[in-house]
């Protein structure tokens, strides 16, 4: 398909493409910061009021991540055909209506629903809305701003976690609830809804990063169809559910770290480390991307393993653990780093939101699977049995790794 002309006026110093960079920032550090990664903050005060455990409440995570792996097939198809401007800024605006009602819930199975439905909006906002945008808006440096965005729902996490916990311990978890369900609602919606554009073309440019000689074609690549006749389509969904698998361990580092007879503080430490290694790793391994898609893959697994392995000796000293920690966050940012560049440099741009939303689905259903499934394992084994077969989902992915940008290597070269 040829494209009219397109305007080149705009230097990349000033091109729009930085304004959407702004937007999944947005949507990533705020709704993604609120919902997913200061989730935790609520457990305990929701699980006391409403007289259920803290297992049973959590269970409207695994919702979450249900309804997100049965809509990410269909949302990929909506993002390809109709407005990412208009589906991102509705599934925002649900989301934010039904982070407060939350503060209204009463039950644990209205828990359940909400989770339902974040789960729906979360196949846009969490899983395709970056990947999605940034290969539409940028040819160069993609992986950099991919790991920008990536990075900014840690950098949520650690901002609104105290303020979270601060809101819930002097105006109670329902306030709180509200209050974050309102910021999603009012500041992070409109603001989207007023700066996002869907294509460079539509504002007459060209993506960031285009040469002129380049601009005939609108996208090349792999089409959907013969994607998924492709041995390497369905490799990379094992790779997607190994990499979220590995990265669910997380929740159980703390766990792992005071059995080892630390402190409550020096595992909240440890679990920091990760944390840096995760907001970090998810910039630095996009740099390296732009580069190499395989030294991308290499420095994934070698930080993974690498830090697994510190945690394995973290009976040594605390500085195993915190290294430990650091690293194994670098194996954790592949998960959303690694996965959507190796898409991207197999297939192409061409079907890029249908090929990865399936794909994707493998990210929804291995959390859902992990999250609880690693503790039940460990439960009958140990902890280091579950870190030591991390190190294999991470030498298993880093040969898949490989393989398929292999195959993408031959494929280009015939």
Known sequence: MINSPVDNRESDKSHYGYVIVLCMALIMGVNVGLVMSSAGIFYQPVSRDLGVSVGKLGLYMSFNFL????????????????????????????????????????????????????????????????????????????????????????????????????LITHYGWRSTYMLFGGVILLLVTPLIGLLLRNYPEDIGLQPHGANMQHVAVSGSG???????????????????????????????????????????????????????????????????????????VAATVAGGIAGLALLLIGHVGIWAVTAGGFLF????????????????????????????????????????????????????TSFRFILSLGVVFLTISGGIGVLALKVARTETAT
Do not use: H
């Not at 190796?342 to 399936?358: E, H, M, P, Q």
């Open 67 to 166: 309804s997100s792996s049965l809509m990410l097939s269909i949302a990929g198809r909506l993002m390809d055909k109709y407005s990412a401007r208009m589906l991102l800024t509705l599934s925002s605006a649900v989301l934010g209506f039904t982070v407060g009602a939350m503060g209204l819930c009463n039950a644990v199975w209205q828990f359940y629903i909400a989770g339902s439905v974040i789960g729906i909006t979360l196949s846009f906002l969490l899983y395709l809305s970056f990947p999605t945008m940034i290969n539409r808006w940028f040819k160069s440096r993609v992986g950099f701003f991919i790991g920008i965005c990536s990075a900014a729902s840690g950098i949520g996490g650690i901002l609104f976690n105290p303020m979270g916990g601060y």
């Open 222 to 296: 792999v089409e959907y169809s013969n994607a998924i006749r492709m041995p390497v389509f369905y490799g990379l969904i094992v790779f997607a559910f190994l990499m979220i698998s590995i990265s669910t361990l997380n929740l159980f580092i703390p766990k792992y770290v005071t059995s080892l007879n630390y402190t409550l503080e020096q595992a909240s430490f440890a679990a920091s480390a990760v944390m840096a290694g995760v907001t970090i790793g998810k910039v630095v391994l996009g740099m390296i991307n732009d580069k190499n898609s395989l030294l991308g």
């Open 329 to 380: 966050g670098w194996a954790y940012a592949g998960v959303t780093v690694e996965t959507p560049m190796l898409v991207r440099a197999v297939f192409g741009d061409k079907d890029y939101a249908k090929i990865y939303s399936n794909i994707s689905i493998a990210f929804a259903v291995g959390g859902a699977i992990t999250a609880g499934g690693w503790g039940l394992l460990a439960d009958f």
